[in-house]
DNA sequence: AATGATAACAACCGCCTAAGA
DNA sequence: TTCTTAGGCGGTTGTTATCAT
């Protein structure tokens, strides 16, 4: 470290040959340093700030020599020097209330910091990005349940839905659905039963962009976690209370009443009922951001944009003992957690107190046939049978899970639109042990991601054959 | 003990915006 | 009105620590 005469403050670092970097963007004498503060730089700072107060970063180099722009200058105070900072690592209080914020906000660190005081927007950004490679691999949601359907609860009730709120809730890029192609219709009954519409939407696996085009390819069961860290605070795994945790993944139909379906036997577990083209809907923009990530989005992508990819479920390693080919779909690799997810959805249906205590946990009975009543109501206008999202269930089946050879293969064979496929239609037989009881159910497997919510069950609890 | 993988952290870069000239 | 600049923000990259094999 070269020394002139100066004052010490401004000898140190010009033209400190040392610096692991230097910024030669401004030649000659102000050659600014890169890389990793040192104590003494540190120690300049502090006294320019304790002097001049925070502002004026540019000047701390003119005014103390320091080798450093203003923007590092600011950053280095920001994010290590200030006072009121708070060191150490996140309390389960704070890690709770990032994942909350996060539902709400997305990616503005900024915004998250204000609500976390001693926090940085870097410490949170790192901390959740290092936590979504994490999911990622672990192939687990990014948002507990409860979080996700509170926060969206939350959102719509200082949002009129009807239109795009320039409110914090709501990311100022919103992405609208225009490219997904989903028939603009008014969903009446999408207004009615707003929150259990939209939240249907945030139980649902998130997952980003990148988790999509890479997590999934890379679910890694024997990833350790560190220390205490749990993915969720306020869904500790230990707590593995089977029930609880699938009560999470379980919900419901909003629009559940006792009609006839056209698929008697079929049931959406998971269904995403939430999720509609229609940019006046109540989906929050957000639910379209690849920066929230949300399998509602990678389900939607599948729905709606053949150019989609799908996921390759051929490289989830997830040790689910897999039925035998007569009694399911060839190559079905969801009916292991499925099998789970319905299991412990009877389970808590066959109970007298089936009590959902937590608001997030919706129930749903797998073996009411009204959930499709909606549909078939709000869209045999249409004249078929499809989701709220273009889709029937077959499609969304047909599109969404990949069985037997993968969709890539045959990418016009995925119906789009409006396109019915009937006869493609899914029944997975399934038997649950159960109490002693076996009970068989079809299904229509339309949830691949509940596959990936298997870690969160233990894999080893369930099976089918 | 060595090695590789991963997590955690720190810092930089580029873009955007607001304010002032 | 346009240009410049400072500051802020989010994304990305690099480094170090930790853990498992």
């Given at each position: 470290?070269s020394?002139?005469?100066e004052?010490?403050e401004s000898l140190?670092?010009?033209?400190?040959?040392?610096?692991?970097s230097v910024?030669?963007t401004n030649s000659?004498?102000?050659v600014?340093?890169?890389?990793?503060?040192?104590s003494d730089?540190?120690a300049?700072?502090v006294e320019?700030v304790?002097?001049h107060?925070?502002?004026?970063w540019?000047a701390i180099?003119?005014?103390?020599?320091l080798?450093r722009?203003?923007?590092?200058?600011?950053l280095?105070?920001?994010?290590?020097?200030r006072p009121?900072?708070?060191?150490g690592?996140f309390?389960?209080e704070?890690?709770?209330l990032?994942?909350?914020?996060h539902?709400?906000?997305?990616n503005?660190?900024?915004?998250?910091?204000a609500?976390?005081p001693g926090?940085?927007?870097?410490?949170?950004k790192n901390y959740?990005?290092?936590?979504?490679?994490?999911?990622?691999?672990?192939g687990?949601p990014i948002y507990?349940?409860?979080i996700?359907?509170?926060?969206?609860?939350?959102?719509q009730?200082?949002d009129?839905?009807t239109?795009?709120?320039?409110?914090?809730?709501y990311?100022?890029?919103?992405i609208p659905?225009t490219n997904?192609?989903f028939?603009?219709v008014?969903?009446k009954?999408?207004k009615v039963?707003?929150?259990?519409?939209?939240?249907?939407?945030?139980?649902?696996?998130?997952?980003?962009?990148s988790l999509?085009?890479?997590g999934?390819?890379s679910v890694?069961p024997?990833?350790?976690?560190r220390?205490?860290?749990y993915?969720?605070?306020?869904?500790n795994?230990v707590?593995d209370?089977?029930?609880q945790?699938a009560?999470?993944?379980?919900?419901s139909?909003?629009?559940d009443?006792n009609?006839?379906c056209?698929h008697p036997?079929?049931?959406?577990?998971?269904?995403?009922s939430?999720?509609?083209?229609?940019?006046?809907?109540s989906e929050?923009d957000?639910?379209m951001?690849m920066?929230?990530?949300?399998?509602?989005?990678?389900?939607g992508s599948?729905?709606a944009?053949?150019?989609?990819p799908?996921?390759s479920?051929e490289?989830?390693?997830?040790p689910?003992?897999?039925?035998?080919?007569?009694?399911?779909i060839?190559n079905?690799?969801?009916?292991?957690?499925l099998d789970?997810v319905l299991?412990e959805?009877?389970?808590?249906n066959?109970?007298?107190n089936?009590s959902?205590s937590?608001?997030s946990?919706v129930?749903?009975d797998?073996r009411?046939t009204?959930s499709?009543d909606f549909?078939?109501t709000?869209w045999?206008?249409?004249?078929e049978?499809?989701?709220?999202?273009?889709h029937?269930c077959?499609s969304?089946?047909?599109?969404g899970t990949?069985?037997?050879r993968?969709s890539?293969d045959e990418?016009?064979?995925?119906?789009?639109?409006?396109?019915?496929?009937?006869?493609?239609?899914?029944?997975?037989?399934?038997?649950?042990?159960?109490k002693?009881d076996?009970?068989?159910?079809e299904m229509?497997?339309s949830?691949p991601?509940?596959?990936?919510?298997?870690?969160?069950?233990?894999p080893k609890?369930?099976h089918?054959?």
């Open positions: 470290m020394m002139t005469s004052s010490n140190i670092f010009k033209n400190d040959v040392d610096s692991p910024d030669d000659g004498e102000n600014l340093k890169k890389g990793p503060w040192t730089e540190d300049i700072l320019h304790t002097k107060g925070e502002g004026n540019n180099q003119k005014h103390s020599g080798a722009c203003g923007k590092s200058c600011r280095r105070w920001t994010n290590h020097l009121d900072l708070k060191k690592a309390s389960p704070e890690e709770h990032i994942v909350e914020l539902a709400k906000m997305g503005k660190w900024a915004r998250m910091a609500e976390l926090r940085t927007d870097n410490e949170i959740w990005n290092t936590r979504i490679k994490r999911l990622q691999r672990a687990l507990p349940p409860d996700g359907l509170q926060s969206l609860k939350e959102t009730q200082t009129d839905m239109t795009f709120s320039s409110n914090d809730a990311h100022p890029d919103f659905f997904f192609e028939p603009s008014e969903f009954n999408l039963n707003h929150d259990l519409h939209a939240s249907s939407a945030l139980i649902d696996i998130p997952s980003d962009s999509l085009a890479q999934l390819h890694h024997s990833k350790r976690l220390g205490s860290e993915l969720f605070p306020a869904l795994p707590n209370d089977p029930v945790i009560q999470s993944f379980v919900y139909s909003p629009y009443h009609s006839t056209d036997s079929s049931v959406i577990v998971g269904s995403h939430g999720l509609n083209g229609n940019p006046s809907s929050p957000w639910a951001k920066e929230l990530p949300s399998l509602q989005i990678q389900m599948y729905w944009s053949p150019s989609s799908l996921i479920y490289s989830v390693d997830i689910i003992r897999a039925p035998p080919i007569e009694n399911t060839s079905n690799r969801n009916s292991g957690l789970a299991y959805s009877q389970t808590m066959t109970s007298k089936s959902i937590n608001a946990n129930e749903v797998i009411d009204s499709h549909f078939k709000e045999e206008a249409y004249g049978h499809m989701s709220p999202f273009g029937s077959s969304i089946f047909n599109e990949p069985i037997s993968s890539f990418p016009e064979s995925v119906e789009r639109g409006c396109k019915v496929k009937e006869e493609a239609t899914i029944l997975v037989p399934m038997r649950y042990e159960h002693g076996e009970t068989t159910n229509i497997v949830r991601d509940m596959l990936l919510a298997s870690d969160w069950f233990g609890r369930f089918c054959w």
